[in-house]
């Protein structure tokens, strides 16, 4: 798969991922949020949540699930996104009860020949 495909199916993941947060009553209130410290893919509002959501699209499992690809690194740069985020839309006010971080996956998988 060439970079262009990779990048299109990304961005169609997070589409689906947004769908399914919003038909589950989440407020999407932003999408590719970008900081010096990294990117969220989704910022979404559960009740009194708030919710840094990574979305990891796969076409097939050659690598292992999607959410596989979310390591301890890749948590620390969406954490310290999460505090710029916070910092800049908050103004200093606690508008939340509570914040969380999850991973939406979403696989792609064609099996040819299945029976």
Do not use: W
């Amino acid at each position: 798969m060439n970079s262009n495909s990779k990048v299109r199916l990304g961005r169609a993941g997070e589409e689906l991922a947004a769908e399914l947060l919003s038909a589950r009553g989440y407020a999407i209130m932003e999408r590719n949020y970008r900081c010096p410290a990294g990117e969220i893919d989704i910022v979404a509002a559960n009740g009194a949540d708030i919710v840094f959501a990574e979305v990891k699209t796969r076409a097939g499992n050659t690598y292992g699930r999607p959410c596989e690809a979310v390591d301890a690194a890749k948590q620390r740069r969406i954490r310290e996104a999460a505090i710029y985020y916070l910092r800049e839309k908050s103004g200093g006010r606690t508008l939340y009860s509570r914040l969380r971080f999850d991973v939406i996956e979403i696989a792609v998988d064609h099996i040819a020949d299945a029976f």
